[in-house]
């Protein structure tokens, strides 16, 4: 984002967040909800000079956005909004996601009646292990400990009940092939927000 919030620069006050356990900020105490972040992008906004602000987000920032947009009086604080191969609807699961999570569940049924001392041992030994990790999704395997439990938190969350709450404009801009956020999740956005716009590149 940072490359687009430079262009935009010289006609925008650009604000680009390194959010908690992201980029060069720290991680978290504690694991954190979508909730969480939106807390502190609310917090943020509240804080400064301007009455308002724009959004434009991509990726986990859809999650936050939606969150966001979805609660009482975020009009006064929040303009317009521009999703761009945004999370948070539920994905659709084919067979081969269900054979990984029960496949998983197998490998983790011995370890779990281990005393608890032993138990995390053998559980961390086993996340190592290049079975395990080929199971998980890359972006899971690449974390651990407080944003590892972040990530579950944040990922299982799908906020369709949130959508007919946004009362914003908003600009879903897809590309047709995204394959990380498919175009029917972004259907469904359009669907479920009033106001809401798909542009498909």
């Known amino acids: 984002m940072m490359p687009l919030a430079k262009e935009l620069s010289d006609i925008r006050d650009c604000y680009v967040f390194d959010l908690p356990g992201f980029g060069n900020s720290s991680i978290p105490h504690e694991p954190w909800s979508v909730d969480d972040y939106a807390d502190l992008i609310q917090e943020f906004i509240a804080n ?9 987000v991509h990726s986990f920032g859809g999650r936050i956005a939606l969150k966001l947009c979805a609660r009482p009086n975020a009009k006064q604080h929040i303009n317009k909004v521009l999703i761009t191969g945004g999370a948070g609807m ?22 779990l009646i281990l005393p608890s001392f032993l ?9 190592k292990t ?17 944003m590892r439990e972040t990530f579950v938190k944040t990922v299982t969350e799908y906020l369709e009940p949130c959508l007919p709450d946004i009362p914003h404009e908003v600009l879903l801009l ?6 990380a956020a498919p175009l029917y999740q972004a259907k469904r956005m359009e669907e479920g927000i009033e106001y809401a716009e798909l542009v498909v590149i």
Not at 48 to 56: G, I, N, P, R
Not at 119 to 127: D, F, I, N, V, Y
Not at 174 to 179: A, L, P, R, T
């Open 48 to 56: 400064q000079e301007f009455d308002s602000a724009d959004l434009l």
């Open 90 to 111: 539920k994905p659709k699961r084919g067979w081969k996601y269900y054979l990984r999570k029960y496949a998983a569940k197998l490998l983790k049924a011995p370890f």
């Open 119 to 127: 138990r995390e041992k053998a559980l961390s030994w086993l996340r």
């Open 130 to 146: 290049s079975v395990w990790k080929a199971l998980g999704s890359s972006d899971y395997s690449k974390l651990e400990g407080v």
């Open 174 to 179: 897809w590309g047709e092939n995204d394959e």
